[in-house]
C-alpha cells in the first residue's frame, strides 16, 4: 500500500520561503509522475506544481511560476516543494500526489491523473 506524507508546513511570513517534503513508502515512485496540490479554506484543490517520473519534465501553475521549483529523489522517494517570496494567497493545505506507472515525460496537472495522496500540510503566510 502506497503512502505519502508531508512534511515542512507551518507559518511562515509573506515574503519567506518554505520547503516542502513528501516522503513515499509502500513501493517505489521512481516510475510515476508526483505533484503538488494545495487547498485554501473555501475553495476548491488546485494544481500547483508537477514533476515527471525521470525529473525532466515540469509544470507550474501559474500562480507559482518564478516562485515554486518541485524537485524529486528517486532515490530517497521523496518530492520536494521549494517556494519562495511567498504570500498571503499560499496560504492553504498542500497535498503531496503520485500517479502509476506512467510514461518518463509525463506531469499531469489534472487531480483525476493522480492515484495517490497525502494528508496535506498546513501551510499559514502571515503578514
Known amino acids: 500500500q502506497v503512502q505519502l506524507v508531508e512534511s515542512g508546513g507551518g507559518l511562515v511570513q509573506a515574503g519567506g520561503s518554505m520547503r516542502l517534503s513528501c516522503a513515499a513508502s509502500?513501493?517505489?515512485?521512481?516510475?510515476?509522475?508526483m505533484g503538488w496540490f494545495r487547498q485554501a479554506p473555501g475553495k476548491e484543490r488546485e494544481f500547483v506544481a508537477a514533476?515527471?517520473?525521470?525529473?525532466?519534465?515540469?509544470t507550474y501553475a501559474d500562480s507559482v511560476k518564478g516562485r515554486g521549483t518541485i524537485s524529486r529523489d528517486n532515490a530517497k522517494n521523496t518530492l520536494y516543494l521549494q517556494m519562495n517570496s511567498l504570500k498571503l494567497e499560499d496560504t492553504a493545505i498542500y497535498y503531496c500526489?503520485?500517479?502509476?506507472?506512467?510514461?518518463?515525460?509525463?506531469?499531469?496537472?489534472?487531480?483525476?491523473?493522480?492515484?495517490?495522496w497525502g494528508q496535506g500540510t498546513q501551510v499559514t503566510v502571515s503578514s
Open positions: 500526489a503520485a500517479t502509476r506507472f506512467l510514461g518518463p515525460g509525463v506531469a499531469p496537472t489534472g487531480l483525476v491523473s493522480y492515484d495517490y
Open positions: 509502500g513501493r517505489t515512485m521512481s516510475t510515476s509522475a
Open positions: 514533476i515527471s517520473w525521470s525529473g525532466g519534465s515540469t
